[in-house]
């Protein structure tokens, strides 16, 4: 007999592919991972070994032909996204792909077409939405706890720089780091942006120049409703990964604080002192990983519509390409300018 388990097949077992095998294997019950693939086969087989899948192996393909497998997660590098995306509509698998879907806004269409085309479901990691704090602050302006919305500032800074390697593959700091912010900024703020000023450096390692890159950006964003926003990057905080947020309202603010692994504070007669806050998105944003994957599963089960959508994963991308353009014009740049399509909420 059939399980009734969702059955899901997995694409890529790098950083991101077994963050979601180990949610899916120890934490959501209601589905299981029946197969995993990736051109590295060694790795495929090394968290398939760990979380209990069943098969690992090379090719995608696989796991696309397989009929007996009900959505796919999408865990490759970017520039596979949307060939995937379009050959996992064609076979009628759901689909949960990592961000960004592509850097190309054409290829995005695409693949948004198929899979309105095929009806099928398409979620986007941005899996941020789905952390404590930031609920907690989406919901301050949602329930209008803090009047009306002005200011928005949004930290986000990495520990340490991905490889240069990574770097060049990466799209751009735009639409590899800040495109969770942009996505976090129309999350916290209920809104869509209208315009991005950004002005960005190489402050942290002159590879990343060298590469056509930037390490630490400033945006500053323009809400349709007329918030206005700010988006701090740095690719280099030696304390460990900072992740805040503040909205300032008419009757008050909110603001998260960083995560640590403890609350101790120890308090001598030199300083008072804290333990280092959780050092990367592994262990920041392990309780979002699951809940953004149990949200994907249950909208698949119970037929309900997917909490992150392709026009969210589509608008962040146009942000991404606007603050891009802002900062080689050095000016600021209307989200019309990049994009003719008019931006919906989801
Ligand atoms: N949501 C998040 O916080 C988050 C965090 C990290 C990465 N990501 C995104 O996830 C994607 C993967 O990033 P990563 O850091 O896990 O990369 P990674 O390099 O660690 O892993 C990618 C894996 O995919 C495999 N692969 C490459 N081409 C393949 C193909 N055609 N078929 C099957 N496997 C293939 C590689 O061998 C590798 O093991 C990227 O799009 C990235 O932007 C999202």
């Known amino acids: ?33 029946v197969a995993i693939a990736d051109l590295n086969v060694e790795a495929a087989r090394e968290v398939a070994e760990r979380c209990g899948i069943p098969r690992a192996v090379r090719y995608s393909e696989e796991i696309l032909n397989d009929p007996a497998i009900d959505a796919v997660l ?11 995306i ?27 077409q198929e899979v309105e085309k095929c009806g099928v479901k398409l979620q986007v990691g941005f899996n941020r939405r789905f952390d404590a704090n930031f609920v907690r602050v989406r919901n301050a302006i949602a329930q209008d706890e803090i009047g009306t919305p002005c200011l928005m500032h949004i930290i986000s800074r990495d520990p340490a720089p991905p490889p240069i390697s990574y770097i060049k593959t ?24 209208e315009s991005v000023y950004a002005t960005g450096s190489v402050r942290v390692d002159p590879e990343i120049g060298i590469a056509g ?29 900072d992740q805040r947020v503040e909205i300032l309202g008419s009757q008050g603010a909110i603001a998260t604080e960083n995560c640590y692994p403890n ?11 804290r333990d280092l806050p959780l050092n990367f998105f592994m262990d ?39 603050a891009r353009k802002s900062f080689d014009e050095r000016r600021p740049v209307q989200l ?11």
């Open 1 to 33: 007999m059939r399980e009734t388990k969702l059955r899901i097949g997995i694409i890529g077992s790098g950083r991101i592919g077994r963050v979601h095998a180990e949610s899916l294997a120890f934490r959501i019950p209601e589905a299981v991972t």
């Open 74 to 84: 999408i865990c490759s590098p970017t520039e596979t996204h949307a060939n995937l």
């Open 86 to 112: 379009v050959g996992a509509a064609r076979t009628g698998k759901h689909i949960f792909c990592e961000k960004p879907i592509d850097h190309s806004l054409a290829k995005i269409d695409l693949a948004l």
């Open 170 to 193: 990466s799209g751009g700091i735009f639409l590899d780091m800040t495109i969770h912010d942009f996505d976090m900024a129309r999350f916290l703020v209920g809104d869509e942006i």
């Open 213 to 241: 890159d930037l390490d630490t950006v400033l945006i500053v964003l323009q809400f349709r409703n007329g918030v206005i926003g700010t988006i701090d990057n740095s690719r280099k905080a030696v304390y460990g990964y």
């Open 263 to 273: 609350q101790a504070i120890l308090s001598t007669g030199t300083a008072i002192q």
């Open 284 to 322: 920041r944003y392990t309780e979002s990983f699951v809940a953004e994957m149990r949200a994907f599963v249950q909208a698949v089960v119970q037929k309900k519509p997917v909490p992150v959508s392709g026009v969210d994963g589509r608008v962040a991308v146009v942000v991404g390409l606007a």
């Open 336 to 346: 019309n300018e990049v994009d003719r399509t008019e931006p919906q909420l989801a």
